[in-house]
């Protein structure tokens, strides 16, 4: 046990370094992700059925392809169609795109979510979609997707790890850089673990006070 607390005190600012990447790519990915996801859901809403089908095919694609092949194909291919990005970056627009779909489906949820009479009575009232959408179905729909998005953004939060594929520096790629050059793969890993977790928490709870105030 000294011996573990004595390794991890002196591997833990090597590891911070990985963290702080860590919570960069999340981050980045996230909002991407949203901002993406938000699109996609409202094509799926669309009144003109080849945006629709526009919408489902790109959430079906995107969804049915492994995100380690997605991130190689934004690092490895891109640049040869003149698009170069360095690994936080491709890390970032790989996982951002990849978890799209997802918040796609969690906005998608939410908005079904929301009763059909509530939108008839808003464009009774000559309300415009805008509004509509403004008023009355993201404050609701948030309400229902709140849950599902708090498990993505955990996901996500996970899922960071693979980036390391791309030689992104984040926490998992900075602890195999350390065991291998360390041999101690116990303390190396145990530590990673207990970081991931130490990050996920806080995040859970962000979500459930949210859940608590929009309950509320």
């Not at 194909?73 to 698009?83: H, T």
């Not at 009575?121 to 709140?146: C, D, F, M, N």
């Amino acid at each position: 046990m000294e011996d573990f607390l004595g390794r991890s005190i002196e591997f833990l600012p090597l590891l911070w370094k990985g963290v702080l990447v860590t919570i960069q790519v999340t981050v980045g990915a996230l909002l991407l992700s949203i901002v993406l996801g938000f699109v996609w859901a409202l094509m799926g809403r669309s009144r003109l059925g080849p945006v629709r089908m526009i919408s489902r095919t790109v959430i079906n694609v995107i969804r049915g392809i492994p995100i380690i092949v997605q991130l190689f194909y934004v690092y490895f291919v891109l640049p040869e169609f003149g698009l170069s990005l360095d690994a936080l970056a491709a890390g970032v627009v790989g996982l951002g795109v990849a978890y799209s779909v997802y918040q796609a489906e969690n906005f998608r949820a939410g908005f079904e979510s929301v009763d059909p009479a509530l939108v008839e009575a808003a464009e009774s009232l000559g309300l415009s979609e805008r509004k509509i959408l403004q008023r009355l179905l993201l404050p609701l729909a948030v309400r229902t997707a709140l849950p599902p998005f708090g498990n993505t953004s955990i996901m996500l939060l996970k899922d960071s790890s693979i980036a390391s594929t791309i030689t992104v520096a984040e926490l998992t790629r900075a602890g195999q850089l350390l065991a291998v050059s360390t041999f101690q793969n116990m303390t190396v890993y145990t530590l990673i673990a207990l970081l991931y977790l130490a990050m996920s928490l806080p995040l859970t709870l962000a979500v459930h006070q949210l859940e608590r105030r929009m309950k509320r």
